[in-house]
């Protein structure tokens, strides 16, 4: 309620923020189950829907400063140096968040990123290599 006016409001956060809460708000909550389908086939339905969604992974082979006029300038066949070589190494981020350290290169003649390490849940420094 706020003022005169009374409704619902619907507040969505991001899992991570509610991980550590998430058992305690599940207490007292029932669940409707598809009758005649076990918990087994949900869970493998569930898994099996969740492998095929799309997740966006991009690769930071380096950076470049310029200026709008240089922008403004650029034509096809432009070559743009980076400040480090991606021969150095790049990171990958999986939905924007970095997830895997490796090298950029070539496979089968497509460009192609190998990984070298695996950042861990909680590890801010990158994981043992995978």
């Known amino acids: 309620k706020m003022n005169d006016v009374t409704g619902m409001i619907n507040v969505c956060l991001p899992y991570v923020v509610m991980e550590t809460a998430i058992h305690r708000l599940g207490q007292g909550t029932t669940y409707r189950r598809t009758p005649g389908v076990s918990a087994e086939v949900m869970r493998t339905a569930l898994e099996e829907s969740a492998a095929s969604a799309p997740v966006e992974v991009k690769v930071d082979l380096g950076r470049v400063d310029l200026t709008l006029q240089e ?7 432009d070559v743009l140096r ?3 070589p991606c021969e150095s190494g790049a990171e990958a981020l999986v939905q924007g968040r970095p997830l895997m350290n490796g090298s950029p290169g ?16 909680g590890d801010e420094e990158g994981g043992d290599p995978a």
């Open 106 to 121: 070539r496979f089968r003649g497509n460009l192609a990123f190998r990984v070298e390490s695996i950042h861990r849940a």
């Open 71 to 77: 922008i403004l300038g650029l034509s096809v066949g």
């Open 82 to 84: 980076l400040h480090a």
